[in-house]
């Protein structure tokens, strides 16, 4: 892979990571579902496997913020990347803001597995852990 691939192929899976937290946190279950492919997953851990669009509708409209909310990703390293496939580790700090102000809620990771098709990156398999 050429080294202009590889920037490529890195911005497109920060992009996919980073519009994915910004739709999660506005509520946007829509915007959401779009950045999996018809066949992709979403699996959190000791929550459940959401497999397909619809199923991964359903299971995010379930967690619908009750007050402001942030998830900040960092730390994304790209552990494997072809032209059409990559995989992905980030870590994630969950913040909820109450009367108090912001608090750090959860923290957790994130590994991802993105496909591209007709141009186009998604998630194939996203699996949330979180940290005791």
Known sequence: MTTSTEAS?????????????????ADRVDDLVELFWPDG????????????HEAIRAGYAG????????????????????EDEATAVSNLAFFQRDDSGWAVRLVGRYDDVLRRRDGEWR??????????
Do not use: C, K, M, W
């Open 63 to 82: 967690f619908s913020p009750t007050r402001p909310q942030l998830h900040l990703v960092g730390n994304t390293v790209i552990t494997s990347a072809t």
């Open 9 to 25: 192929v890195a911005a497109h899976v920060q992009a996919a990571i980073a519009a994915y937290a910004h739709a999660l946190d």
């Open 41 to 52: 997953a979403a699996e959190i851990t000791g929550v459940g496997t959401f497999e397909g």
């Open 123 to 132: 998630f194939q398999r996203r699996v949330t852990t979180f940290l005791p």
